[in-house]
């Protein structure tokens, strides 16, 4: 098997840099010889694998980039405007109208929420590589296979065509001789 398909597979593996060539070809070529399926769940185990700081950047970057955060974030900074706007009639105000406290909040939120998102992007980038891999792996089986099948439609159209062939020249012999 490995013979008869190495060339096709260098050619395809030829462009591939993120994977181990011989490993992955190895992979295939025996996922092939064996009639086993090469796919996997790359999400259940992706998931097993993620450490906590993961997890929470996750779920922070998740919340982050949602309409509940927008309208929590949008409700509590009118809140705090309104507030100290009307503390300022009243003479008491703990962050007067440049709002500097509240600036410096939002400074501060800003500053942990983008490497947050930053490293949770990251997370998401090594799963989709590990995705890659796989679908590449599964798409070069399947193109193995249908290389392979179409061999088998090619031998079994040949043998068809010998076949009537034969059947032409027995019918023509038995009409002869009639």
């Not at 398909?5 to 060539?21: M, N, Q, T, W």
């Not at 995705?131 to 099948?149: A, G, R, T």
């Amino acid at each position: 098997m490995k013979r008869k398909y190495g060339h096709f597979l260098e050619r395809i593996l030829a462009p591939v840099s993120r994977l181990d060539a011989e490993t992955s070809k190895s992979k295939v070529l025996a996922s092939v010889a064996s009639k086993k399926t090469i796919s996997k769940n790359i999400n259940h185990t992706f998931e097993k694998k993620k450490s906590l700081g993961d997890r929470v950047a996750d779920t922070v970057a998740t919340f982050g980039g949602s309409w509940i955060f927008i309208g929590l974030f949008c409700l509590f900074v009118t809140i705090w405007i309104s507030i100290n706007v009307i503390a300022l009639t009243n003479g008491f105000h703990f962050d007067p109208y440049p709002f500097i406290l509240l600036n410096l909040g939002l400074s501060i939120l800003s500053g942990f929420q983008a490497p947050i998102i930053m490293m949770s992007q990251n997370t998401h980038a090594s799963k989709d590589r590990v995705k890659q891999d796989s679908v590449y792996e599964i798409n070069l089986k399947l193109e193995l296979e249908i290389n392979q099948m179409q061999e088998k439609l090619d031998a079994i159209t040949a043998d068809l065509h010998d076949l009537k062939n034969d059947l032409k020249n027995d019918l023509k012999k038995s009409l002869k001789t009639k």
